[in-house]
C-alpha cells in the first residue's frame, strides 16, 4: 500500500490491526462470534479441570527459606544437614514473661506442663528447657526462652503441631504469666489468610469501573473475565505447591498482579469494543476491530510481564525465581481470557453492554478531541523542553532516597504488635538483648583432632570480637567430623551493625583459626546478606535481559528505533522513583504509622528486581495501547503533532481508569500484615501512579512531539530482518509520510 500524504485518508485496516486472515485477532473473533457458548464451556471446563487438580494435588507452600547455590551461607547449611542433621529442621521459640520470677513454683509448674506437651508433638526432636540449660533465664528472672527442635523444616511440620501450641499458649497465659510464640515454624502458623486484601482492591475496582464505563453492565465484564482467570491461576499455584517451594506470599503476589492485569487488559478491549459499535455495522466486525486494536495491547503487555518476570531466573535465586512463578501464571491467563474468552463474551452481550447506566454518570463511547486529553498535549507540544525537563527533575528528586538503599530482611520486629511472632520478638530483646533474634551460626568441616582443638578453642576468641554478646561452646558432632558455634550479636538481625559483623567474621576467621581450619558464617542475617550481594552481582544480567526483551518486543512491533529507547528510558525512571518513594517509607519511616507499618528496616533484598520485572511488564501495557493510537492517527493524518494530541485525547481517560484500578489493587495489599507484602504493594502502586501520569501524561507527549517524524524512523535493512509478528505494521507497509527509512 503506498505511503498516506498528510490528511490523506488511510483505510483502517492498516491501522494497528491484525492483517485480514490472523488467527489470534481475526479468524478467532469470528469464530468465537459465530460459537459463543463453545468458547465460553472451553473456559469453564479449563477451570473445573483446575480445581479438580487443585482438589487432589495441591500442596503446601513453604517458609520462604532461601537457597543460594555457591555461597558462603549455603556451604553453612549443606555442611549442618550433612553433619548435624538433628539441626537441620526449624525451631521455634516459647517465650515467657513472668512478673512474679520465672522461678515462682507456680510459673515453674505451668512452664514445664507446656514443655512436656510440645515434646510429645510429632516432628520434635527435643525441647530446651530454661531449667536445664543455662542461659535461658534472663538477668531479672523474669523472661524464659526455650526452644522445640523440629525435624523437618517449617513447610512440613504437621499443622497440628502448629495448632496445639497456640491453643495451649492460650490456655497457659494469665495475669501471672504471658506465653508467646517465635522462630519461623510459629510465624508459619499464623500467615494471614489470602482474601481481605483482594476484596478491598476488588470493590475499589468495581467503583472505578463504574465511573469510568458508567454502566453496570460494562463495569461487571472486567472483574468477570479477571475473576474467570485468578481462580485457574490460584489453583494451577496451588498444584504447584507440590512440586517446588514457593514463597509463603506468592498466593498474595499472584492476586495482586493478577487482578490488576486482568481487569486492565479486559478493560482496553471492552473500551474498543464499545467505540467500534458506533461506527460498524454489526456487533461481529465490532469484537473483530476491538480484538485486532486493544488485542494488541493485551498480548506484548501479557508477554512482557511474564517475560520480565521469567527474567528473574537469571538472578541465580531459587526461591525468587519460583515465587515470579505465580504473578506469571496469573498474567498469562488473564492475557488469553481477554484474547480467546472475552471476544465470545462481548458477542454475547452486543449493544447491551451499554445498558443499567449509572445514575449521573454519562461517559461517551468516543472520547472527544476537545477534550482534557487533546488540551493537555497540545499544552505539552508548545513547549515540550519545559514540560520534559521539569518532570523529569520531579521523577530524579523521587528517586534520590534510593541511593541511601540497604538491602537485607526485615524480621518479626517488624510485625504488627497484633501477632504472637513480634511479640516474642519484642521480650527476647528486652531480656537478652535484640541480638537473641538473629543468631550467627560458625560451622566447619573438621579433618582431624588438631583441627577438632583449634575449634574447641574458637568460642574463647570469639567472645572478644566487636558486638558480640553471647558465644555457645563449640559443639562437636559424635563422629567429630564437623563443629558448630552459635554467636549472639549485640545488635538485632535488621541493623546495620549485624551486617558489618558478619563481613568481619568472614574476614578474620582465617587468622583466628590460623588458617588451618574452614570455617563458615551463616545463619539467618547471613543469607539475606548474601542474597544482597548475589542481587548486586546479577543485576546488569537481570536488567539487559528485561530492557533488552522489551525493546525488541517493542521494535518489531512499531518498527521503529526511538520508541523502544524512549519507554526504556521512562521506565527506568519511573522505577527508580517508586523505589525512591520505598525507601522513605520502609527505611526512613516517612508516613510509615499511616499504612500501619511499625518500625523502619532494609529493603528486603529481592524486592526491587521483582517490582522492576513486573513494573517494566505494566508499563508495556499503557505504551503499546497509546503509541498504537498515535500510530493509528499518523497514518490518517500525517502530522506527528495532531497525531499525538488524539492518541492522548483517545486513550488519557481509559489508561487513567486503567491505572487507577491498578493502583487502588496494589494499596488494598498495604492492608497485610506481611511486610514484604506492604513493599510490594505499595511500590508498585507509586509506580503505575508515576507511570499513568507523568510519563503517559506528560513525557511521553513532550519527547514525541521533539522527536517528530522520527518516532517512525527505521533503517531498511532492520525492517527487512526483523520477524513480521503476523500483524498490520510497518513490515508490511511503505515507509510512514514524513519518516525517512535509512539503509
Request: with cysteine.
Amino acid at each position: 500500500m503506498a505511503a498516506a500524504s498528510p490528511g490523506q485518508q488511510v483505510p483502517w485496516e492498516t491501522v494497528g490491526e491484525a492483517e485480514s486472515g490472523s488467527f489470534l485477532f481475526d479468524r478467532w473473533p469470528r469464530f468465537a462470534c459465530r460459537r459463543p457458548w463453545v468458547v465460553i464451556a472451553g473456559a469453564v471446563t479449563f477451570v473445573l479441570v483446575c480445581g479438580v487438580l487443585w482438589g487432589t494435588m495441591r500442596g503446601e507452600f513453604g517458609t520462604g527459606s532461601f537457597t543460594l547455590p555457591g555461597t558462603e551461607s549455603q556451604a553453612l547449611s549443606d555442611l549442618l544437614t550433612e553433619r548435624f542433621p538433628s539441626a537441620a529442621g526449624d525451631t521455634t521459640e516459647i517465650v515467657f514473661h513472668a512478673p512474679a520470677g520465672i522461678t515462682n513454683p507456680e510459673v515453674r509448674e505451668a512452664i514445664e506442663a507446656l514443655l512436656e506437651q510440645a515434646a510429645e508433638l510429632p516432628q520434635v526432636l527435643e525441647v530446651a528447657s530454661p531449667y536445664e540449660e543455662p542461659g535461658r533465664i534472663s538477668p531479672d528472672g523474669a523472661i524464659a526462652r526455650a526452644t522445640a527442635q523440629y525435624e523437618v523444616g517449617a513447610n512440613e511440620v504437621n499443622d497440628h503441631s502448629i495448632e496445639a501450641l497456640f491453643d495451649w499458649r492460650d490456655e497457659v497465659s494469665t495475669g501471672d504469666l504471658q506465653v508467646e510464640l517465635g522462630g519461623i515454624v510459629a510465624t508459619a502458623g499464623e500467615r494471614e489468610p489470602p482474601g481481605s486484601s483482594e476484596l478491598v482492591g476488588l470493590a475499589a475496582a468495581v467503583v472505578i469501573l463504574l465511573i469510568a464505563f458508567g454502566s453496570v453492565t460494562a463495569a461487571g465484564l472486567p472483574i468477570f473475565t479477571a475473576l474467570l482467570a485468578l481462580i485457574p491461576a490460584f489453583f494451577l499455584i496451588g498444584v504447584g505447591a507440590s512440586f517446588v517451594n514457593f514463597a509463603p506470599f506468592t498466593p498474595q503476589f499472584a492476586a495482586m498482579i493478577g487482578i490488576g492485569v486482568g481487569i486492565d487488559y479486559a478493560l482496553l478491549v471492552v473500551t474498543r469494543f464499545r467505540e467500534a459499535l458506533t461506527t460498524e455495522e454489526t456487533v461481529t466486525e465490532a469484537v473483530v476491530k476491538a480484538a485486532g486494536t486493544a488485542g494488541h495491547s493485551v498480548l506484548f503487555a501479557g508477554c512482557s510481564v511474564v517475560i520480565a518476570l521469567m527474567g528473574l531466573w537469571a538472578m541465580g535465586i531459587p526461591l525468587l525465581s519460583l515465587t515470579a512463578m505465580g504473578p506469571a501464571i496469573a498474567v498469562g491467563l488473564a492475557a488469553l481470557v481477554a484474547l480467546f474468552v472475552l471476544p465470545a463474551i462481548l458477542s454475547l452481550v452486543g449493544h447491551r453492554v451499554n445498558r443499567l447506566r449509572v445514575p449521573g454518570i454519562r461517559v461517551a463511547a468516543v472520547q472527544s478531541q476537545s477534550g482534557m486529553g487533546y488540551w493537555l498535549a497540545r499544552t505539552i507540544q508548545r513547549a515540550p523542553w519545559l514540560w520534559l525537563v521539569v518532570a523529569t527533575a520531579a521523577l530524579l528528586v523521587l528517586a534520590y532516597p534510593a541511593l541511601d538503599v540497604r538491602l537485607g530482611s526485615s524480621d518479626a520486629g517488624s510485625n504488627p504488635t497484633s501477632l504472637s511472632s513480634r511479640r516474642s520478638y519484642d521480650l527476647l530483646a528486652e531480656g537478652f538483648g535484640a541480638g537473641y533474634n538473629g543468631p550467627i551460626v560458625i560451622a566447619a568441616a573438621l579433618e582431624s583432632e588438631e583441627e577438632a582443638a583449634i575449634f574447641d578453642a574458637l568460642p574463647a576468641l570469639l567472645a572478644a570480637e566487636p558486638n558480640v554478646v553471647g558465644v555457645s561452646p563449640a559443639l562437636i558432632n559424635p563422629d567429630r567430623t564437623a563443629g558448630r558455634i552459635v554467636l549472639i550479636p549485640g545488635s538485632s538481625p535488621q541493623d546495620e551493625e549485624t551486617g558489618e559483623l558478619v563481613h568481619h567474621l568472614r574476614d578474620s576467621l582465617p587468622e583466628l583459626t590460623g588458617r588451618r581450619v574452614d570455617a563458615l558464617v551463616g545463619g539467618p542475617t547471613a543469607i539475606f546478606i548474601d542474597i544482597g550481594e548475589r542481587v548486586q552481582d546479577r543485576v546488569p544480567v537481570f536488567l539487559g535481559a528485561v530492557i533488552g526483551a522489551s525493546f525488541l518486543l517493542l521494535m518489531v512491533v512499531f518498527r521503529s528505533l526511538l520508541v523502544p529507547v524512549k519507554a526504556a528510558l521512562m521506565n527506568v525512571l519511573a522505577a527508580g522513583a517508586a523505589f525512591g518513594v520505598l525507601v522513605a517509607i520502609f527505611q526512613w519511616g516517612w508516613g510509615g504509622s499511616l499504612i500501619g507499618l511499625e518500625g523502619t528496616g532494609p529493603i528486603e533484598s529481592f524486592l526491587p528486581m521483582m517490582m522492576f520485572a513486573v513494573l517494566f511488564g505494566l508499563s508495556m501495557d499503557y505504551e503499546v495501547f497509546l503509541v498504537s493510537r498515535v500510530r493509528e492517527e499518523y497514518l490518517e493524518t500525517g502530522d506527528n503533532a495532531e497525531a499525538v494530541a488524539r492518541g492522548l485525547a483517545a486513550t488519557s481517560r481509559v489508561i487513567s481508569a486503567a491505572a487507577a484500578i491498578m493502583v487502588a489493587v496494589f494499596l488494598s495489599f498495604s492492608l497485610s500484615d506481611q511486610r514484604v507484602v506492604k513493599e510490594f504493594g505499595i511500590g508498585l502502586a507509586v509506580a503505575i501512579f508515576l507511570d499513568a501520569t507523568v510519563i503517559r501524561l506528560i513525557l511521553v507527549p513532550a519527547a514525541m512531539q521533539m522527536m517528530s517524524d522520527a518516532n517512525w524512523w527505521m533503517p531498511s535493512w532492520l525492517n527487512r530482518v526483523l520477524p513480521s509478528l503476523g500483524l498490520a505494521d510497518a513490515s508490511t507497509r511503505e515507509p510512514l509520510p514524513g519518516a525517512a527509512v535509512g539503509e
